[in-house]
């Protein structure tokens, strides 16, 4: 991958400060404080991810980007490609699902 800016990186900062946050800051807090805080690291592991995930984005049948697809659906102009859509869609989500969710399609 090629760092425009070098290092560290924007993945490599990110991963930094939800270290920091899931061992010094949780350690050191309690109560909503410390629910806060793990819920601001898995916001920044989920970035973290995004910015390091080079798979290509999955086939949406055509159309350039989600809200092409999903205006064609609700206009009806893919039913008769339903099994197709339904095969994209699966598509989509597990990509989403692998990065926001990693180990999900294990469970």
Do not use: C, K
């Amino acid at each position: 991958m090629n760092h425009l800016h070098g290092r560290p990186t924007a993945a490599e900062l990110i991963a930094a400060v939800a270290e920091f946050l899931e061992t010094d800051v949780r350690q050191a807090t309690s109560g909503a404080v410390n629910f806060h805080t793990r819920v601001a690291a898995n916001v920044l592991r989920t970035v973290e991810r995004e910015l390091l995930d080079d798979s290509p984005a999955p086939e949406l049948l055509g159309f350039g980007d989600e809200h092409g697809l999903a205006a064609a659906i609700r206009a009806g102009e893919l039913d008769d490609r339903a099994a197709e859509v339904h095969a994209a869609l699966r598509r989509l989500v597990a990509h989403r699902l692998a990065v926001s969710h990693p180990g999900y399609d294990a469970e």
